[in-house]
C-alpha cells in the first residue's frame, strides 16, 4: 500500500515589531488600561493598591503597586508571556481574567517599556519588556532584572512583605507634546478622568459587600471613594434570575423627591441622559453602562432607569466579554427577556403620555391646554377657544383682556414640565388631577349650556360638544345626568 506524503510545515512566527504596533491599538484608553491591570491585582487577592503618578515630560511614569499574593519567577515568566492562559479554561469563580493577555496588551496600549517586579515568600523577581528592545532586536526576549536593578524600579519601596509593581514607562500615548496646551495639564486632566472611572468600574470592591472583600485604591496615596451609581435609588424592582444572570431594575429619585446633592451625586461623571440603562458586571466588576444593548434609545423619558446585571465569570463566552473588559453583548435569548423588563419599567410612564398625546391631538375635543409648534418646538397654551374660556373672556372689556392675555402667558410659561415629565416616570400612579369642585362644574356647565342655547344651538348638538369639551369631557357620569336633568328625562 503507497503511503501518503508526510505534510510539510514551515514555521512562520510574528514579526514582533509589527505586531507590537498592532497590539497597541486594540482600543484600550488610559482608564480601561489601568483597570485591567487592578482586575489582576484584586485577583491576586490585594486589598491595597497604589496607584504612583508622576509627570517630568517624558521621563514620567505610572506605577501600580498592589499587597496581593505575588509571583514567583516560574509564573512571573509565564505572566510576561503573551497568551499566558488559554481563555477556553474555566476560571477560580472570583478570577477577574480570561484571555492570558491583559498584564501585556493594557500596558503597551500606553506605555513602551513594561517592568514587573513581585515578591513572593521573601523572594523578589524582576522582569521588562521593552518594545525598543523587541523592534531594534527582532526578537521576543524579556530582561531579566538583578537586584539592583528590582530595588531602582520606581515604586519599588512601596511593595510589602507580598506583592507586585507594575511599572510603565515611555507614556508614548500619555505625552502630548503636539498639542498647543501644556502637556502636564493634559496629563493630569487624564489622571482625573481615571479617578473617575476606577471610583465607578470597581466601586462595589472600594465598598465592600458580602462575598466581596473591601479594597483600597489610591492615587499617589488619595484614596478612591467609590461612585455607586444605584445608591439612593429607591425600591428597585423585584430581582430576575435567569441563565446564570442576576438582573435589577431602579428608577432614581427625580430631582424634587432628593437632594440636590444626591441628585447631583447619582448624575455620573457623563449625566443622567448619557448614563441610563443597563450595567453589566462580572464577578462585581463593572464591564458595561449607559446602553440599552440598542433595545430601545436612550431617551429623556428614560433617563432615570438604570438596570444592574450581575455575570458570573462562567458567562464569558456567552456574553463575548473582550480583552480590555469595556464589553458585553447580550446574547439573543437573553435580549429577549431584557425586552421584557425595560418593557416593564418604561410602560407605564409611556402609557400615561400616549394617552394624554391623543387626547392633545384629538380634533374632536376642544381641550384647555393645546399644542402649539413654531420652528419645530413645542409648547403648550392655554386654548382660548375652549368654550367655557371664550365666554368668560368674552365678558371682559379691552383692558381686562390685554391682562388675562399675561396672565395666561405667565401660567403657559411657568407650566412645570420638567417635574411633570419626570414624575410621570418615577411614580406615574400618583399623578392625578386636582378633583374639580361639583359646584363649580355645575355652575359652569349650565352657563356653557345658557351660552350655545342663546348662539341658537339645539339641546341634542349641545349634549354632543359638552362631552367632547374639557373640563366636561373629563366627568362623562355628571355630564349624562346634567344632560338628561335639561332635557327633563330626570
Ligand atoms: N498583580 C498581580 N499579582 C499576582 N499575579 C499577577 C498579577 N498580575 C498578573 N498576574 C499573573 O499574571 C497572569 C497574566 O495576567 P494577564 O492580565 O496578562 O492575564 P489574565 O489576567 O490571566 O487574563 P486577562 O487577559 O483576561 O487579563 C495572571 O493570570 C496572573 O497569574
Ligand atoms: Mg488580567
New binding site residues.
Partial sequence: MKEAPASKYLLALPNPKNLIHALRDIGYSLETALA??I???I??N?TNININVYFDLHDSYISIV?N????DEE?LN??MQLG??DPVLSRERND??????????ASFSQASKLTVV?KKNQTETGRCWDLDHVSETVKWEIEVLDEQNIRNTAGYEFLGSSG?L?LWENLYRLIDTDSKRNPEDIFWEQIDSVRRHLALTFHRYLTGEPGIKKIKIAINHMQIEPFDPFEGAGKPFPEENFYNIKMQAFLLPHHSKTTKEQYDKLRGPDDYLKSQGFYVYRNARLLVYGTWFRLLRQSEATKLARIKIDLPNSEDFNWSID?K?SQAIPPEIIRQQLKRTIDKITSQASRVYTKRGKKISSTHLVPIWEEYHQHGNKSYKINTENPLIKLFINELDNQQKYHLKGIFELIENGLPIDTIYADMISEPENIKPIEIDEELLQKSAETYWEMLTQAGMEDEAIAKRMLQNEPFSKYVEFCENFIKHKQGIV
Avoid: Y
Wanted: glycine share 16%.
Fill in positions: 485591567d491591570i482586575d489582576n491585582s485577583t491576586a490585594a498592589d496581593g499574593i505575588g509571583m509564573t509565564k505572566a499566558s492562559f477577574l481574567g480570561r484571555f492570558g493577555l491583559g498584564l501585556k496588551t513581585s507586585t507594575v480583552v473588559k
